[in-house]
């Protein structure tokens, strides 16, 4: 059973705010448990909250988020900064992947309109005349290619039916 969508916003509510800060911290600790156990990784959690506790929540201890935190120091900067994304990376590199689905989709949408292009002409609805020079002559770039695959699969028809 799905959850229904929950509207992120401040909760002005102080004990509502609690409750669901206490429920939030724990789901959060159960998760990151969940990870080292499922992935075999080393993981802490601090959460600090400067309305509720005076002291951070730490998993799975002081001492253990101590020592994982000083192992991540020793590492050198280039295996270290490997990985790691700010925000203005995270939204860098998402506006990149986004950028390159797109002309993936443009692309795609452009062969789209060509083909239809190609086979209205090929209908005779006379759709070639209002087109310019060179969305014509991409549409005969594809059609020479269509006749070339169909050329093709002719050659591999006739090779079987021979064998």
């Known amino acids: 059973m799905s959850r229904k969508k929950m509207k992120l ?6 004990t509502k705010r609690k409750t669901t800060y206490k429920k939030r911290t724990n789901g959060l600790v159960k998760k990151v448990r969940e990870l080292t156990t499922l992935c075999e990784i080393e993981a802490c ?3 600090h909250s400067p309305d509720f506790d005076s002291q951070p929540k730490v998993w799975p201890s002081h001492a253990g988020a101590q020592q994982l935190l000083s192992e991540f120091k020793k590492l050198p900067h280039s295996i ?9 990376r995270f939204l860098e590199q998402s506006i990149a992947k986004a950028t390159q689905q797109l002309k ?10 060509l083909k ?3 086979f ?4 005779g609805k006379g759709i070639l005349q209002s087109m ?10 594809l059609v020479e290619q269509n006749l070339k695959d169909i050329d093709k699969r002719v050659r591999v028809l006739i090779n079987e039916s021979r064998s």
């Not at 900064?81 to 203005?88: D, F, H, R, S, T």
């Not at 993936?104 to 309109?113: A, G, H, I, S």
């Not at 209205?120 to 209908?123: H, V």
């Not at 310019?132 to 770039?141: I, T």
């Open 9 to 14: 916003a401040y909760i002005t509510n102080d």
């Open 45 to 47: 959690a601090i959460i």
């Open 116 to 118: 239809k292009f190609m």
């Open 104 to 113: 993936k989709r443009r692309k795609e949408n452009r062969q789209k309109d």
């Open 120 to 123: 209205q002409g090929l209908s």
């Open 132 to 141: 310019n020079a060179m969305d014509l002559n991409e549409v005969g770039l």
């Open 80 to 88: 270290r900064n490997n990985k790691m994304v700010n925000q203005e």
